[in-house]
C-alpha cells in the first residue's frame, strides 16, 4: 500500500522549473519517392509539356499536356501502383479563380486525379491548408468541383487535421502538420508557377508550405531557409508544375488578369529542386536568383542543374 | 361558490327550488349531462335558459326517465380528478399539433443558426457567386418588434421585415400564437420552465407562480422605452428582442462553447490513446460537427462571456417564475400583446362550473388567468391551450368570436409608468450619444462591415441580431462591448487581430435583417468599374516593424493585401544592421548590410480590410493596424482631401 503510493506521488510529483523538453526524438520525413525511379532509363526525369493555340486560337486542354509529359516519363502506373493511396496536393491558397492563376488550374488538378485513379489508385485525396477561407478558396479555385468530378475525396483543413511533427530544419522545428496531405502512400505535388515578391518565383518547394498549419506568418523572416527546410521534410513521389497560366507579377496573390500571361506548359519531374530551377525561367527568373535551390540543391535533396537530368520536351 | 349573476336573475319563481336541488342533490351537476361541449357559459347574455336546465334536472332526481338514463354522471376517466370527462378532442390534439409545431420551430430556427456560415460546395463552379442557400433570417425577418422599431426609427420597411407584417396578423386572429407555438426562445423557456422547478415550483407554488402578477407589465414599460427609442434614432431594442438574443447567445455563445469543449475532449482523448481505431472515429465525428454544425475552426467572440452569461440567468430564472422571460420581460411578447386584443380567437369562460381545483394555473404558460373567478388576460395569453385541456369540469372553451365579458384584452398598465418608461426610452438616446462616442471621439477600432450604412443611419437599424458576426466566415466580426457607447453594445465590429474581411465576401449583408448592412455586390464591394468600398484604412507602427526596425526581411502584410494593385507597396533597401555576436577582443559587434523590402500603405488605394493586421508576425500588438478612418459609409471620417465632400449629408 505504501510502496503503491509512493510510486503514484511520484509519478505525480511537479519538480517545478522551467525546462520543457522540446524537439526531442528523431526527425520525422515524409519520403514518398520511388526507390526504382530511375532504373528505366528510357523515360524521362524531367518533361516539359508544351502546347500552342492551333489556327483556330483553340488552346490543348490541361488533361492533355499532362498526359503529354507524363508519358514521356512512363505514363502514371509508373509513379502510382494498386490500391496505393495518392494525395494530390494542389495550391488552394487564395480565394482567387482559375483566371487569376494564384491557385492552380483546377483541369490540371482533375486531370492528375483521373491518371492516378485509372492507374489503379485506390483513393485519391485532394487536400491544401489555404491562407485565405477554405471553403471559398476550394470552391472559387474550382478545384472542388473539378477534384469531385474526377472521383477524389476532397479535404478542407480543419483544426482537428493537424498533429505536432519533428521537422527538425534549420528554422522549422516543430510545427503542426496537416495530416491529411502526409498519411498517404504516394504523394503527388501539383504547384503553381507563379511570382512570389519575396520569394521572387514559386512553385514546387514553396508549395509546402500548405502542409504546415499553426501561425506560418513567421516563415517570412527567412524564407529561403523555411522552403528548404520543408523541401526536406516533403520529398513528393512526382512534382506536376502547373504553368499553362502564370501570374507574372504581384505575386503570389495576384488578382488582376493583366498580370497574368498564357505559356500553356506542364512540367513534371521526379526532383522537386530541378522542377523548379527549370520552372523559374518559364517567368524570367534564374536559379541563382533563388536561394532556397542553391540551400535545397547542397543539402543533396535534389540537382538545381536540371540540364543533368534525363530532360523531354514534349 | 359564488353563483353568478345571470343566473341568480333568471331564477324568479324556481328560486327556492333550484337552491334546494344544489344544496341537497349534489349530481347530477347540470354541467354533467352529457351535453359535453354545447354548454352555453353562463356569462353569456343568452344564459336565460337556465330554467330549461332545472327542468331537465327535475326528472332525473326523482324517476329513472329515459332523460335520466342520459345524464347519468358517468365518470369517463378515472385518473383524471373532477368530473372526469376529457377535454374536447379538437383541443388535445391542437395540443400535440402545438408541441409539434414548437419542437419544429426550434429545430428549423437551430438549423438556420447552424446554417448561418459559408461552406462550400463541390457542384458549385468557381465563378458561381458565394451565397447561403437558405434564407436563416427569416426568423429576424417575421419579428414585428424588428418592425416596428426600424420602421419608427427609418420610416420604411426594409425588404423582408414586410413578413413580420404576416406575423401581425396571424396574432390578430389566433392572439399570441407566436409566443406559444413558434417563438424558438419561448419554447426554450418552455421547455426550462418544465423541467427546473419540476421540485420547488410544485403544487401550490406552482400555482401561485403561476396566477397573474403585477410584475407582468414590466415588458411593456420595456416595449414602449424601446419603441420611443427607436423613435429618437436608436434600434436598441434589438438588445432584448428573444429572436435577437436567441442568435446571438446560441450563435455567439453556445456553439462555439461546445466546439471547444469537444474539441479539447477529443483531443484530450487523443493525447492519451493511441488508437487508431479510436483516432479515426474522432476525426469522423469531428468532420461531421464541423461539416453540420459548426465550422471548421474554433470561432472566438469578443466579450461573448456575457452574453451567455445573460442566457443562462434568463434560463435559470425560470426556477422561481415560470417563462420569466417571456411574462415579464419580453417586449415583442409586449407588441404581440398589445394587438392580441384584436384576436378573433380566444377564450371563454364558464365561471359557475369552475371548482377551483387550479389545474389550469398548473399548467399555465402566459400567467393570464384562466382559472374561473377572474377575467382572463388575453394580452398575456401564449394560447398553448393548455388550461383547456387540464381542465376536469369543462369551465375553459376556445372558441372564435367568443364573447368577451370574462376577458380583458388590453394589457393591464399604469398610465404613469408607461408614459414615464417611454420617455425613459426617448431620453436614453440623447444620453447615450453626449457621452462622447458617435460626434466626437469616435472609437478609432469601431470598424464597420463592409455596406454598412452611415452610423446614425445603422444605428437606426441594428438590432444586434448577431447574424452577420455568425456568417462572417473569417471570424471578423464581433459583438462591440463599449467601444461604439453604451447605445453601440453588441453592434457588429471587426477586430481584424482574431480575423480579416475576406475580399469577395459579401454575406454579411445578405443575412442583416434590417439593411444596416446593404446587400452589396462582389462587384461593389471590389470596385470593379466603381470605387471599392472601404472600412478604414491601414497604419505602420514603424518601430514595431521587422524591416523598418529590427534590419530582419517580412512582408507577409504585402503577400496578404488584396486588392489590385497592391495598397501595400514595398520600398526595397540596403540597411545597416549590427551583427549578433561582439567581434573579437571585445569590439562591438560589427555592421553588415541586409537588403530590405520595406512596406508602406497607399491609403487612395486601401480598403481597411485587415488582412495585413491579421497575419502581421508580431504577435501581441501588430506592427500594421486598421482604424475606422477613411472608411466609404462617412463622409467626415476622412484622411484625404479628395474625399471630403462636406456638401453630402454626414
Not at chain 1, 530544419?169 to 503542426?176: Q, R
Not at chain 2, 415579464?328 to 380567437?345: E, H, I, K, T
Amino acid at each position: 500500500m505504501l510502496a503503491g503510493a509512493a510510486l503514484v506521488a511520484r509519478s505525480a510529483w511537479d519538480k517545478g522549473g522551467l525546462g520543457v523538453a522540446t524537439g526531442q526524438g528523431a526527425r520525422q520525413v515524409r519520403d514518398y519517392r520511388l526507390a526504382d525511379s530511375t532504373k528505366d532509363l528510357a523515360n524521362a526525369e524531367l518533361a516539359i509539356a508544351r502546347g500552342v493555340r492551333d489556327g483556330d486560337g483553340k488552346a490543348p486542354s490541361a488533361e492533355e499536356l499532362v498526359t503529354r509529359a507524363l508519358a514521356a516519363m512512363g505514363t502514371m502506373s509508373a509513379f502510382v501502383s494498386q490500391g496505393d493511396v495518392v494525395v494530390v496536393k494542389p495550391n488552394i491558397g487564395w480565394d482567387r479563380m482559375p483566371i487569376h492563376a494564384a491557385n492552380t488550374n483546377p483541369d490540371v488538378v482533375g486531370a492528375v486525379v483521373k491518371l492516378a485513379l485509372a492507374a489503379g489508385a485506390k483513393k485519391v485525396v485532394v487536400a491544401d491548408g489555404s491562407c485565405n477561407d477554405p471553403n471559398r478558396c476550394f470552391q472559387r479555385s474550382g478545384i472542388w468541383k473539378s477534384a469531385y468530378d474526377n472521383g477524389a475525396e476532397v479535404v478542407l483543413p480543419a483544426e482537428h487535421h493537424y498533429r505536432t511533427m519533428r521537422l527538425q530544419g534549420d528554422v522549422l522545428d516543430e510545427w503542426p502538420v496537416f495530416t491529411t496531405l502526409v498519411n498517404a502512400d504516394k504523394v503527388i505535388n501539383v504547384p503553381v508557377a507563379k511570382h512570389h515578391n519575396l520569394a521572387k518565383f514559386t512553385a514546387a518547394m514553396k508549395n509546402w508550405y500548405g502542409v504546415l498549419g499553426g501561425r506560418r506568418n513567421r516563415l517570412h523572416q527567412n524564407i529561403d531557409t523555411s522552403i528548404a527546410d520543408l523541401a526536406t521534410f516533403m520529398r513528393p513521389t512526382l512534382t506536376i508544375i502547373d504553368a499553362t497560366r502564370v501570374l507574372m507579377r504581384n505575386g503570389p496573390q495576384g488578382g488582376n488578369i493583366d498580370d497574368t500571361r498564357e505559356l500553356l506548359t506542364v512540367v513534371a519531374s521526379v526532383d522537386q529542386v530541378a522542377a523548379d530551377a527549370y520552372a523559374c525561367t518559364l517567368i524570367g527568373q534564374h536559379r541563382d536568383n533563388l536561394p532556397y535551390l542553391k540551400t535545397a540543391h547542397d543539402r543533396g535533396i535534389g540537382t538545381m542543374y536540371w540540364e543533368n537530368l534525363r530532360t523531354k520536351e514534349v | 361558490m359564488e353563483p353568478h349573476s345571470s343566473v341568480r336573475l333568471d331564477i324568479g319563481l324556481d328560486r327556492v327550488e333550484s337552491g334546494h336541488v344544489h344544496h341537497e342533490h349534489v349530481e347530477p351537476i347540470p354541467w354533467k349531462t352529457g351535453r359535453v361541449g354545447a354548454v352555453d357559459a353562463i356569462d353569456r347574455d343568452t344564459s336565460w335558459v337556465a330554467p330549461v336546465t332545472a327542468s331537465a334536472i327535475a326528472p332525473s332526481v326523482t324517476s329513472p326517465s329515459p332523460i335520466g338514463k342520459l345524464t347519468k354522471p358517468k365518470k369517463q376517466d378515472p385518473t383524471r380528478p373532477g368530473s372526469g370527462i376529457p377535454a374536447r378532442f379538437r383541443i388535445r390534439t391542437l395540443v400535440w399539433v402545438r408541441r409539434f409545431s414548437q419542437v419544429f420551430f426550434f429545430g428549423l430556427f437551430c438549423y438556420f443558426v447552424f446554417q448561418t456560415g459559408f461552406r462550400g460546395s463541390f457542384a458549385a463552379s468557381s465563378d458561381t457567386p458565394v451565397r447561403l442557400p437558405y434564407p436563416v433570417e427569416a426568423y429576424l425577418l417575421s419579428d414585428p418588434f424588428v418592425g416596428a422599431m426600424t420602421l419608427l426609427s427609418t420610416h420604411t420597411v426594409y425588404r423582408g421585415l414586410l413578413w413580420s407584417v404576416g406575423m401581425l396578423a396571424l396574432t390578430m386572429v389566433f392572439g399570441r400564437v407566436f409566443c406559444g407555438w413558434i417563438c424558438p426562445f419561448g419554447t426554450l423557456h418552455h421547455f426550462f420552465a418544465w423541467i427546473w422547478p419540476s421540485r420547488v415550483g410544485r403544487g401550490g407554488s406552482r400555482v401561485e407562480a403561476n396566477k397573474t402578477h403585477t410584475y407582468q407589465r414590466v415588458k411593456y414599460y420595456l416595449m414602449y422605452g424601446f419603441l420611443l427609442s427607436a423613435v429618437f434614432g436608436s434600434a436598441i431594442g434589438g438588445m432584448f428582442d428573444p429572436i435577437c438574443i436567441a442568435v446571438r447567445s446560441i450563435g455567439l455563445g453556445v456553439v462555439p462553447a461546445a466546439q471547444y469543449l469537444t474539441n479539447r475532449s477529443v483531443a484530450e482523448i487523443d493525447s492519451h490513446v493511441s488508437s487508431r481505431g479510436v483516432q479515426s472515429v474522432a476525426d469522423h465525428s469531428q468532420d461531421f460537427l464541423s461539416s453540420t454544425i459548426w465550422q471548421s475552426h474554433q470561432f472566438y467572440f469578443h466579450q461573448t462571456w456575457l452574453i451567455l452569461f445573460l442566457l443562462v440567468a434568463v434560463l435559470f430564472a425560470n426556477r422561481f417564475i415560470p417563462r420569466f422571460w417571456c411574462r415579464v420581460l419580453c417586449p415583442l411578447g409586449a407588441f404581440l400583446g398589445v394587438f392580441a386584443r384584436f384576436a378573433l380567437f380566444g377564450m371563454e369562460k364558464d365561471h359557475a362550473k369552475c371548482t377551483d381545483c387550479n389545474l389550469c394555473l398548473v399548467n399555465c404558460q402566459g400567467a393570464d388567468s384562466p382559472q374561473g373567478g377572474v377575467k382572463w388576460r388575453q394580452d398575456e395569453c401564449h394560447m398553448c391551450l393548455n388550461c383547456e385541456t387540464a381542465c376536469p369540469e369543462d369551465v375553459i372553451k376556445f372558441r372564435f368570436l367568443p364573447n368577451r365579458k370574462s376577458a380583458i384584452s388590453k394589457p393591464d398598465l399604469q398610465r404613469r409608468t408607461a408614459l414615464a418608461s417611454a420617455a425613459a426610452g426617448a431620453l436614453f438616446i440623447p444620453v447615450a450619444r453626449v457621452a462622447d462616442s458617435l460626434d466626437v471621439n469616435y472609437h478609432s477600432k469601431v470598424i464597420r462591415p463592409p455596406g454598412a450604412v452611415e452610423e446614425r443611419a445603422f444605428l437606426e437599424r441594428c438590432i444586434r441580431c448577431a447574424e452577420c458576426m455568425k456568417v462572417c466566415p473569417n471570424n471578423a466580426l464581433h459583438p462591440a462591448f463599449f467601444e461604439a457607447g453604451v447605445e453601440g453594445m453588441w453592434t457588429p465590429i471587426l477586430i481584424a487581430r482574431i480575423g480579416y474581411c475576406e475580399h469577395s465576401c459579401v454575406l454579411c449583408g445578405q443575412v442583416c435583417p434590417t439593411g444596416a448592412i446593404q446587400k452589396i455586390s462582389e462587384k461593389e464591394k471590389l470596385g470593379i468599374g466603381q470605387p471599392p468600398i472601404k472600412i478604414g484604412t491601414a497604419f505602420y507602427d514603424h518601430g514595431r516593424c521587422l524591416p523598418w526596425s529590427m534590419g530582419t526581411p517580412c512582408i507577409v502584410c504585402e503577400e496578404f493585401c488584396p486588392t489590385s494593385p497592391k495598397a501595400i507597396w514595398v520600398e526595397e533597401v540596403d540597411a545597416p544592421v549590427r551583427d549578433k555576436v561582439p567581434g573579437p577582443n571585445g569590439e562591438p559587434p560589427a555592421m553588415k548590410i541586409v537588403h530590405l523590402q520595406r512596406p508602406h500603405v497607399d491609403p487612395s488605394l486601401c480598403i481597411g480590410c485587415g488582412a495585413c493586421e491579421k497575419v502581421c508576425p508580431v504577435q501581441d500588438q501588430p506592427a500594421v493596424y486598421i482604424t475606422s478612418v477613411g472608411e466609404t459609409r462617412s463622409k467626415t471620417n476622412v484622411i484625404l482631401l479628395e474625399n471630403t465632400s462636406y456638401n453630402q449629408k454626414t
